[in-house]
């Protein structure tokens, strides 16, 4: 039995595929889920030491039937924090999920030119940048490690990917506004009101969407929300799509970590209220992630 450290989140069994709610609006053919975790057994994928949360329940398999009943077809399998840099349980999803599946991995810097190589040719297609992990770093640190990561990614074709707390987004808009790497913000950005984002904030991200190369993720409503009720988040997805609409893509976050029960069929419904437009819609989950992942 695997230990469990003071503090950690207890991470829930997932609910069943069966119990989801079925989509309230018809799905584009090969919708992508641009932003969900592989979790498989500790005695094959061991994790970092003294991980935020425990195990979640989150195998492949469960995420198949996950699609099957959301009409979902393709999928961005984004590493998370609990095996750190070591990449394996996502690349052998990878090797298993064929083409229907792409990668984001998390890297030490100095990996070798042919790993990577290796990696685009399974599929991966970006760097994701854990800056939670940074944010004590004086904000020119992390421009710094943003370029080095940067240049990684143009020599490969990939994009990079920020799961980035909110002040530490709205600290970085101005240098963003100047990378030439295309990028993707999860969360929304995480601009929380709890953070002490501000209304003129998030003017500044809907800027840097709409002339920088920034791409926005609608993913994790949950987290954005801190405990209020899912339908705050509403007025800011709106205004993300209003604002590029070939610049968005919607992410389930699956396995929800650590509340394995969500809904993910009622967290897909939120984007049918946030835009009704079928176009518009089909844009978000078919046409912005099949470029962005080279599907």
């Given amino acids: 039995m695997a230990t469990q450290y003071a503090g950690q989140l207890t991470s829930t069994p997932m609910r069943a595929a069966s119990s989801l709610t079925r989509p309230a609006f018809d799905m584009p053919e090969n919708a992508c889920d641009a932003h969900m975790h592989v979790f498989e057994p500790l005695s094959q994928y061991p994790s970092v030491g003294n991980p935020q949360y425990t195990l979640p329940d989150g195998g492949l398999d469960k995420y198949r039937e996950v699609m099957d009943a959301l009409s979902i077809r393709r999928f961005a399998i984004v590493q998370p924090s609990f095996y750190g840099t070591d990449n394996r349980c996502l690349l052998d999803a990878l090797a298993k999920a064929g083409d229907a599946a792409r990668g984001v991995v998390m890297i030490d810097e100095g990996l070798p030119a042919a790993t990577l190589d290796a990696w685009h040719r399974a599929n991966v297609r970006a760097i994701r940048l854990d800056l939670f992990s940074r944010a004590e770093q004086p904000t020119q640190e992390i421009q710094a490690y943003i370029t080095r990561m940067a240049s990684l990614c143009e020599s490969l074709g990939w994009h990079l990917q920020f799961y980035a707390p909110g002040p530490i987004v709205r600290n970085l808009i101005p240098f963003l506004t100047d990378v030439r790497t295309p990028f993707v913000i999860d969360h929304m950005g995480y601009m929380t009101q709890e953070d002490g984002l501000t209304s003129d904030d998030f003017t500044r991200l809907l800027q840097l969407l709409k002339d920088g190369n920034c791409t926005l993720k609608l ?13 705050s988040v ?8 209003e604002t590029a609409p070939d610049k968005v893509i919607w992410g389930s976050d699956w396995p929800h970590i650590p509340m394995g029960e969500r809904d993910t069929g009622e967290l897909l419904n939120l984007l049918g209220d946030w835009t009704t437009d ?14 962005l992942y080279d599907f």
């Avoid at 994790?220 to 339908?231: I, T």
């Avoid at 079928?278 to 470029?291: G, S």
Wanted: proline residues 11%.
């Fill in 219 to 231: 993913s994790a409503p949950y987290r954005v929300a801190k405990g209020r009720p899912l339908s």
């Fill in 234 to 241: 509403a007025p800011m997805a709106k205004a993300i799509i």
């Fill in 278 to 291: 079928a176009v518009t819609r089909r844009r978000i989950l078919v046409d912005n992630p099949a470029r």
